[in-house]
Structure formats: structure tokens, C-alpha cells
């Protein structure tokens, strides 16, 4: 099993434009999710999901858009850069068994920066 | 909204001390709390995780202890080693969005030999 993956490793953008975040997971997790950790800092929820089809915000939404049309993959859109977007972004995944909050395995992050 | 602190930021101890890491929070329904480890230039490595069902949680030189009604849980290292040396971030879970965490800001301990 190759775990959580995520595309690319590294990134620069320029200002305004836009990409694409890939997350993709072999565990057949129903949960998956998106975080963004600042320089010192701890992580922060940008968006979530439960299942296919269906996702949530998280506590920084804002500049953000995800969508979940398989349990494997949860890309992370970024619309129009800016510079406070610059960060590092980790996706995850934990299943849903048992009714108890199961550990969430995350990828190795892609580290982008916006100048 | 649900927080998490977390203290102290640094910590630095010898090599064979323990150590001591702790986190409050702010929702009484969370019911999940993990620890995780990173490395510099790492992903988030879980190395404990304690339910609300119980008090204290043990895995070799790790522990966790949780005290619902205070709302605290801690982090305990014993036996110190240099590899111990790494960002220490406690979460809990955000029950309003199912099984989503949220983080503290981490905790960067040294070891020293």
C-alpha cells in the first residue's frame, strides 16, 4: 500500500493563478481531509469529507475548493494565488469504523509557495 | 469555535529525562485525542492516541493521560533519547465535523545527550 499520496511535492505560483492539489489514498478511508500548516505553526482543517460526494468546510475555507467524486482521491483547488496562501499542505485519511475517531494517515505534503 | 493550547512551545531536557507536554481544550464533547510527532521537513507521525472512554493510555516510553472534567490531556516521554528530538502537536477531535482534528501549535522538544 502506498498510503496517502500527494502531487506535486513542490510548487511556485505567481500571483493569480491557479492549480490543482492532488490527494489520492489506497486505504478505501471514507474521511478524508485538508490541512495547511504556516511556518512554527500547527495545522489548520481546510476542508473535509465523509464520503464521496459530500464535503464540509473546515476552519480556513476561505480561497479554497475541493471535491470528492471517489473514495481515493480529494483534490484541493486554489482559484487565484495569493502570497498568505503560501504554506505547506497536508492531505489525510482515517476510515470510519467502529463509531470511534480512527488515526488519520497523512501524505508527505506539498510544500507550495505563491510570490 | 473549538481551541486547543498547547504548552510549553519549547522544551528542552537531557538525554534520559522526562518529558512533560500539555494540552487543554475547549469542547466537552470531543472524544478523540492524538499525539502526533514531526520531523523537520516531515509528515505528522501519530504515536499515541487516547478515547474519552479512559484515563491513561500507555505504549512503552509513551503515555497519555486524559482528565475529562478538567478538559487537559498530557503527553509523557520517559527515558529521553536524542531521536526523541522533534515538533510534538497534541489535537482533538472537532465533533462538529465528524472526525476532523483540531491541532495545537505544537511543541519543539530537544534532547540532549
Known amino acids: 500500500n502506498a498510503g496517502v499520496t500527494q502531487t506535486p511535492k513542490f510548487r511556485i505560483l505567481k500571483i493569480g493563478q491557479s492549480m490543482t492539489l492532488q490527494c489520492t489514498q489506497d486505504m478505501n478511508h471514507n474521511y478524508m481531509y485538508w490541512y495547511r500548516q504556516d511556518p512554527g505553526m500547527g495545522l489548520k482543517l481546510i476542508y473535509y469529507s465523509v464520503g464521496a460526494g459530500i464535503t464540509d468546510k473546515g476552519e480556513v475555507p476561505n480561497g479554497y475548493n475541493v471535491s470528492r467524486s471517489t473514495t481515493e482521491d480529494f483534490p484541493l483547488r486554489l482559484e487565484l494565488a495569493a502570497p498568505s496562501q503560501t504554506s505547506v499542505y497536508f492531505c489525510a485519511s482515517s476510515s470510519g469504523q467502529g463509531g470511534w475517531n480512527q488515526p488519520q494517515h497523512f501524505g508527505d505534503g506539498t510544500r507550495l509557495s505563491i510570490l | 469555535g473549538e481551541n486547543v493550547e498547547q504548552h510549553p512551545s519549547t522544551l528542552s531536557v537531557q538525554e534520559g529525562d522526562s518529558a512533560v507536554i500539555k494540552c487543554t481544550y475547549s469542547?466537552?464533547?470531543?472524544?478523540?485525542f492524538p499525539w502526533y510527532k514531526q520531523e523537520l521537513g516531515k509528515r505528522p507521525q501519530l504515536i499515541i492516541d487516547?478515547?474519552?472512554?479512559?484515563g491513561e493510555k500507555k505504549d512503552q516510553r509513551i503515555a497519555v493521560t486524559l482528565n475529562k472534567t478538567a478538559k487537559h490531556f498530557s503527553l509523557h516521554i520517559t527515558e529521553t533519547q536524542p531521536e526523541d528530538s522533534a515538533v510534538y502537536f497534541c489535537a482533538a477531535s472537532l465533533t462538529q465535523a465528524g472526525t476532523a482534528l483540531i491541532f495545537g501549535k505544537g511543541t519543539t522538544l530537544s534532547v540532549s545527550s
Open positions: 469542547d466537552s464533547a470531543s472524544n478523540y
Open positions: 487516547i478515547r474519552s472512554n479512559v
